[in-house]
């Protein structure tokens, strides 16, 4: 038995660039089909399991996983680490290599990427990161595929991100780079995201501090909570900073007239957007949250299903 049981070719979702452009084009080409064939009753995915490892709370995340596995007539095990060994301390490494040597892929949701990392070496099977403190990469799998099908091709368009610059913002600034489109990010200072990342995606992301200048012309308007899971105990310093970021119709009327809003959800209304934008005709966030489900779908067929 090697020391490292994760062999080189199998492929992990940590990030998105994990996987390249054409590789992440074909992913949402594959859910858009998906969504078309929801009912074909295949079962391409029968007998594969997935164990689902969540540190942290999810609705969309989860469910979509779940149902995703369910109706490709696979099978998703939820695992809260209080439930398992692992809350009473078994490494996870050691969580990882056990559950790798029983089921086909492992998803995980935790605070720590380098964690993720750690159980994607120990695993024999294909990793998905849930969302980690650092990135979101399937939840742009998903608002990716709501743009492409409410306007087309994302290259060459404008998208800009108030807020936090956190791990959604992270996971777009990746996008920004592999899909060829402008992110200008408009935040406060002392909210930037990582600039490792920024300075990789080159002259594709602009950080512009004045939501106005990042909002003009827009094609599409992202945001995200102000207070991210685990940064409670910062939740007022956060609202005084961030307040002037909120995407309200004063905003959405500098984009183009017919911008999009998405947001991630869970959504606060009346902090980082108001309900009249949220709840408006240019908001796609329940189509970008049933996307989840077919993003979900077109994720594990190309990870899980065995090769011919
Ligand atoms: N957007 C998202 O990941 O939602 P959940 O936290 O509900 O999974
Ligand atoms: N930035 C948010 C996203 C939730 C889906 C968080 O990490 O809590």
């Known amino acids: 038995m090697p020391s490292d049981p ?70 998703a095990l939820f695992l809260s680490p209080r439930d398992i060994q692992l809350g009473r301390g078994e490494p996870l490494a050691d969580t990882a290599r056990v559950l790798s040597s029983m089921c086909d892929g492992i998803l995980i949701r935790n605070d720590s990427q380098s964690e993720q990392e750690q159980v994607a070496r120990a695993s024999a099977v294909p990793v998905i990161n849930g969302l ?8 742009l799998l998903a608002d990716l595929l709501t743009f492409f099908e409410s306007r087309g091709d994302i290259q060459g368009r404008v998208v800009a991100w108030l807020g936090d610059g956190n791990n959604v913002c992270h996971s777009w600034i990746e996008a920004a780079r592999l899909f060829e489109f402008t992110l200008r990010i408009a935040c406060p200072a002392g909210h ?82 108001t309900a009249e934008v949220m709840d408006g005709p240019q908001s796609v966030v329940w189509q970008e949250a049933e996307n989840r489900l077919h993003a979900q779908k077109a994720l594990l067929l190309f990870l899980l299903r065995p090769q011919p």
């Not at 980690?132 to 939840?139: A, N």
């Not at 995201?193 to 920024?198: H, N, W």
């Not at 990789?200 to 207070?227: F, N, Y």
């Open 6 to 75: 994760s062999p080189s070719k199998i492929r992990h979702f940590l990030k998105l660039s994990d996987f390249s452009a054409d590789e992440l084009r074909g992913l949402v080409t594959r859910a858009s089909g998906l969504k078309q064939d929801r009912h074909s009753g295949e079962r391409p995915l029968a007998g594969r399991t997935l164990a689902m490892l969540f540190g942290k709370s999810s609705t969309r995340t989860r469910v979509s996983f779940e149902v995703a596995m369910a109706q490709l007539g696979g099978h």
């Open 132 to 139: 980690s403190e650092r990135h979101h990469p399937c939840q």
């Open 192 to 273: 930037d995201p990582d600039a490792a990342l920024v300075t990789a995606a080159g002259r594709r992301v602009k950080i512009v501090r004045d939501p106005q200048a990042a909002a003009e012309r827009a094609d599409l308007i992202v945001t995200d909570v102000w207070t991210s899971m685990g940064q409670e105990a910062e939740k007022v310093r956060r609202h005084g900073a961030l307040a002037p970021f909120q995407v309200n119709r004063t905003l959405m009327n500098l984009a183009k007239a017919d911008a999009l809003f998405m947001h991630c959800l869970p959504a606060h209304r009346g902090e980082e957007v």
